[in-house]
Each structure stands twice: as C-alpha cells, then as structure tokens.
C-alpha cells in the first residue's frame, strides 16, 4: 500500500487532521498552504510542506515526513532537505518537523549529529499505534490511524468512522469527502476485492453519491436535452455510461450506480472503429 501518497493526499484534502495530529487546533489549518516543493540541488524533494502567509511571520513553517519503512539514512536526508530549503528560499518563520512513524519499530537510530535538534520542541516524532487516546476524541486521526490498522479489524473500524461522520459531521460534501476517504483505504487494504465489494462490507452506496457520478449523469443530462428526448432520464442514464467507463468503473458498477441491466450498459458502450 503506498500509505506516503495516501497521507499527503489526506493532509491536501484534510489540512485540519495534520494540526489535529499535532495536537493543535484544527482551525490553524486555515492560515496555511499544502504544498510539495523541488528543491534544486540533489533531486530533492519536499512532498509535505505547510507554508503560512509570508504577512504572519509567527506561524511556523511545517515540514510534514510520512516515514513506514525503516531507513538508516531517513534523518540525515530529512534535514539536508530542511536546510537546503532554508537555503534558498530564506523564509522569514521559523520552522518544525513532523515525523510520522506507523510504530517505533520502524525508526531508524537517531543519528548522534541531530541528537539535540531531535530532542527539542523543532521535531515531533508521532507513532500512529500510540494515539488511541487522542483517536477517542477526533475523527481525523481516527481515519489516520486506520491506515495502519490490520486487515482483521480495519473493517469494524472503517464502521466505528463512517457511523462518526455521519453523526459528526454536518456538511453533506464534506461528510461525503471523507466517507469516500475512509473507502479509499479499505480498498488499499483489501486490493482483492472490487470497489462494489467493499462498498457492500461497509454497508455503503457511494458511487450515486460522488462527484465523479453527478457530473457524468449531469453530463447525460444535458446530451438528452440538446438530443430533444423525450425519455430524458433513461438517455441521461446512457449518456454517462461512457464517462463512467472511463473512469475506471466496470460494467457491472455501472449498471448497479445507474439502475440499468448489465446487458443495456454494455449495448451503450462506444463502438471501437
């Protein structure tokens, strides 16, 4: 499972849960940027960068590592990067590293040169196993935390979340983000089973319900409109099938999203020339 990129796709759709994380509040995500930077000697890179606004110089910068397989060279890479970023951009804060660690078995020795920058209040070292306590009160690192969960409760978790969300959370776009997050991760976890298997695990019914589906249907719509049909829903329905094949959904996910028979999909599906 590529559980880095799945981290920093978290922290750029949910900026809140890296401060909830960090036991800060969550509204401090709102004075900052997620961002991934080249730096430009090395090949170095930066893939998880919080930048406040250059107008409020008492906001730190945060350098943000995702770190799940053990690397005796990690800590000397991670701040070779930190100071060749201070290098060359010269930013005007002051800045903190955010090393998150699946467990501590994981962590390489700390090296004896950045002993003293690895004790201080600059470097925070999060172990995912470790903060149940922290998991009770917050649905973001809950969802964090089921990153690493076994594939022999991972289930009954996503559950426990998905059930929170739906009581926590009032927006019904976000609620939906996060319900869509929460089975993205399953879906990394069980690699064997199809997104319609999983869905069906977690007693949920998302693909009605994303954007992708809505604008592909909108997308129908609007054909069997300029088409003049007088069955517009039906030609709504066939309009979309495309675009959802597309995107990666199988026939069968198809027609169960659109409520069509399978073999009307497949009649629907564009003739190769």
Do not use: C
Not at 52 to 69: R, T
Not at 73 to 87: D, H, K, S, V
Not at 245 to 266: I, R
């Amino acid at each position: 499972m590529k559980t880095d990129t799945l981290f920093y796709r978290l922290f750029q759709e949910f900026p809140s849960i890296f401060f909830e994380l960090i036991s800060q509040p969550a509204t401090q995500a709102d004075a900052y940027q997620f961002t991934s930077i080249e730096l430009k000697q090395l090949a170095f890179r930066l893939d998880g960068l919080f930048l406040p606004p250059s107008n409020q110089p008492n906001l730190p910068i945060y350098f943000v590592e995702v770190q799940f397989q053990k690397d005796e060279g990690f800590y000397y890479r991670l701040f070779a990067e930190i100071f060749l970023y201070i290098y060359q951009y010269k930013p005007i804060q002051n800045w903190r590293a955010v090393v998150v660690y699946p467990r501590r078995s994981v962590e390489a020795q700390q090296p004896i040169q950045y002993q003293l920058l690895l004790a201080s209040n600059q470097v925070q070292i999060l172990y995912l196993d470790e903060l149940e306590e922290l998991a009770e009160n917050s649905l973001g690192v809950g969802i964090v935390q089921l990153v690493v969960e076994s594939q022999q409760t991972a289930t009954q978790k996503a559950k426990q979340l998905i059930s929170q969300t739906r009581q926590q959370v009032a927006d019904a776009q976000t609620q939906q983000q996060i319900l869509e997050f929460i089975e993205t991760i399953v879906i990394y976890k069980f690699p064997h089973l199809s997104r319609q298997e999983v869905e069906a695990m977690l007693g949920l019914d998302l693909i009605r319900n994303t954007r992708v589906y809505q604008e592909a249907f909108a997308e129908g719509e609007q054909q069997g409109r300029l088409a003049g049909e007088q069955q517009g829903g039906f030609v709504a329905k066939l309009a979309a099938v495309p675009r959802l094949l597309e995107l990666g959904l199988s026939v069968e996910q198809v027609a169960q999203a659109l409520e069509l028979d399978v073999e009307t999909v497949k009649q629907a599906v564009p003739k190769q020339p």
